[in-house]
């Protein structure tokens, strides 16, 4: 049984990547050095290795599951990248990017 995904995602500068998710996007650091970084949000852990990937053409990203989407909506809305909306497939989501431009997609089922 799966019990837990780890995103693991590109990070063109390790420490601004993690200083902008505890910053701005409050999740708690756990682990840095110049080669990798961890950080944690009620119990979901995103992980960042450096790379020499351009921003422009990163396509990285993860998806994270949260509760009260509506919430981190207006938490997060200086860093909306798009916008919060209902999708056809079941869900309400909204995106941010992170220093690296992975797309950072907040989702919660709908009811």
């Given at each position: 049984?799966?019990i837990?995904?780890?995103?693991?995602?590109?990070?063109?500068?390790?420490?601004t990547?993690?200083?902008?998710?505890?910053?701005?996007?409050?999740?708690?650091?756990?682990?840095?050095?110049?080669?990798y970084?961890?950080?944690?949000?009620?119990?979901?852990?995103?992980?960042?290795f450096?790379?020499?990937?351009?921003?422009?053409?990163?396509?990285?990203?993860?998806?994270?599951?949260?509760?009260?989407?509506d919430?981190?909506?207006?938490?997060?809305?200086?860093?909306?990248?798009?916008?919060?909306?209902?999708?056809?497939?079941?869900t309400?989501?909204?995106a941010?990017l992170?220093?690296?431009?992975?797309?950072?997609?907040l989702?919660?089922?709908?009811?």
């Amino acid at each position: 049984m799966v019990i837990r995904a780890v995103p693991v995602l590109p990070a063109r500068d390790v420490e601004t990547t993690v200083d902008f998710w505890r910053d701005e996007l409050g999740f708690n650091e756990v682990f840095r050095a110049d080669e990798y970084g961890i950080v944690e949000r009620d119990g979901t852990a995103v992980h960042f290795f450096p790379s020499e990937i351009d921003p422009m053409e990163n396509d990285g990203g993860c998806r994270l599951g949260v509760d009260d989407i509506d919430v981190y909506y207006e938490e997060y809305r200086e860093h909306v990248y798009s916008e919060l909306e209902d999708k056809p497939w079941g869900t309400r989501e909204f995106a941010v990017l992170d220093p690296t431009r992975n797309l950072i997609w907040l989702v919660e089922r709908s009811a």
